[in-house]
């Protein structure tokens, strides 16, 4: 691809918008910043999900068999984040715990509080260079409370538990609760048994859901693979058929979906969906 598909928002104009967004009681505004990065915000709070905001993998993969070449340019760089009070990451990998962007917002919002899973803790800290004391750790299949929202945390299977004994999953999922309003944000993870059970009784408005799969090249890179469309679909319907909001796909050329793909078969299954551009603002409201 010769040319970044470019962010509908981006600098200034979508940090200008992310902050004077106005908020009524029982809604949300959600804006994603690509891959499985978003922005939500509620009428009393705005928080931050898997920002990947840099260009790490792409210099890390150059002259490797998997190039990470970015589909969609970055509609802000982590230095540029402001106010920020709370982030949210699923796991260590780079596009979900962005090692440059992170210390960049960390550095930069004395406030700022970052949620993780418990066995990430030692590497944000050791690697990363991130205060331990502004870290908080889940074990990964909990309830939590963070600045009065309550946050059901959900395993992750990518591809596989990973659970550590005494510590807690290394992948997880979150279930934020935002004034009345249920998002699941999955992280990276397959549709495995006992996820259904999970979700179902928590009632989810909206999902944030990978789409990517995996294929025969992927696995031979040894790339983890994730739900695909069909699976996302199925997993919506079998919980109660909440919004679906894509994620994961027009980041880097070399593991994507088409979302018009998933579109068509959401349209098909009756299944309620939103395909957003990256730096796009939606509304959701009860």
């Known amino acids: 691809m010769s040319t970044m598909i470019q ?3 981006s600098g200034q104009v979508l940090l200008d918008d992310i902050r004077q967004t106005a908020v009524t009681d029982g809604a949300v505004v959600i804006w994603w ?28 993969y150059a002259d490797t068999d998997k190039p990470h ?26 596009d979900h715990l962005d090692p440059i962007a992170i210390p960049q917002i960390m550095a930069n919002n004395s406030e ?17 260079g991130l205060d331990a004391d502004r870290l908080i750790p889940t074990t990964g299949d909990e309830h939590i409370k963070v600045d009065g929202m309550t946050v059901t945390v959900i395993p ?15 992948f997880v999922g979150y ?11 999955s992280g990276d993870t397959l549709v495995y048994d006992g996820l259904v059970e999970r979700l179902k009784p928590l009632e989810i408005d909206i999902a944030l859901l990978p789409i990517n799969g995996t294929s025969e090249r992927l696995q031979v890179l040894n790339v983890p693979p994730n739900m695909n469309m069909d699976e996302a679909l199925g997993l919506a319907h079998a919980i109660g058929d909440p ?17 018009s793909d998933f579109a068509s078969k959401a349209k098909a299954n009756g299944q309620a969906y939103q395909v957003m551009q990256c730096g796009e603002k939606f509304i959701w409201s009860k």
Do not use: C
Request: proline letters at 6%; charged letters at 15%; glycine letters at 6%.
């Open 7 to 9: 962010p509908v928002q």
């Open 112 to 128: 700022a509080r970052l949620v993780l899973p418990a066995p990430v803790r030692a590497y944000a800290i050791e690697t990363l």
């Open 69 to 94: 070449v970015r589909i969609t340019e970055a509609p802000l760089r982590g230095i540029d984040l402001q106010d920020v009070t709370l982030l949210f990451s699923s796991h260590k990998h780079s």
């Open 243 to 259: 919004l679906i909001i894509p994620q994961h796909y027009d980041m880097f050329t070399f593991n994507t979906a088409d979302v």
């Open 33 to 60: 910043s690509g891959q499985s990065g978003f922005a939500i915000k509620s009428a009393t709070m705005t928080f931050y999900v898997d920002l990947y905001l840099s260009e790490h993998l792409t210099t890390k």
């Open 156 to 170: 992750s299977a990518h591809p596989d538990f990973d659970y550590v004994d005494g510590v807690g999953y290394p």
């Open 175 to 185: 279930v934020f609760d935002v004034g009345g309003v249920k998002i699941y944000h």
